[in-house]
């Protein structure tokens, strides 16, 4: 069982830590000791329900853990892409620069396309914070992306 939630989840789990964390080494640790505490606790963590749930908030808690430890990253040690690209850069630049929360929940909603209830049950919110937040979230890149 954990195999196939590995393959079904990782590649989600890691784009969303590397979001959160600005570096995919850091991230590509976390989704490991996601899955090492999956395989350490056994059939403690009911992955039959909503896996994506229990992932995604194993997942931020360590992120959070990682955070505590280091020092703030600053938006310059995201990963650039290739510098034809733009476009690109602008919007990793101005997600960067979101508050830690609305940056958490317009990746889970738009980029993992989670619902606002999941969102909600990872986070440890109310489905108004999630939208609230979220809003608030993209009108910041709207502004910051105008022209």
Sequence with gaps: MIAETFTAWRQR???????LLGNRHDAEEVVQDVFAALVANGGAFDLATAPGVLLFRL???????????????????????????????ELQEALAGLPWARREILLLTVVDGLGYRDVAAILGCSLGTVASERAAAILTLRKRLAP
Excluded: G, Q, Y
Excluded at 70 to 88: M, Y
């Design 13 to 19: 789990l890691l784009r969303f830590c590397t979001h």
């Design 59 to 89: 997942a931020r808690n360590r992120c959070i853990d990682v955070r505590r430890k280091k020092s703030p990253v600053a938006v310059a040690e995201l990963e650039p892409p290739p510098r034809d690209d733009r476009e690109r850069l």
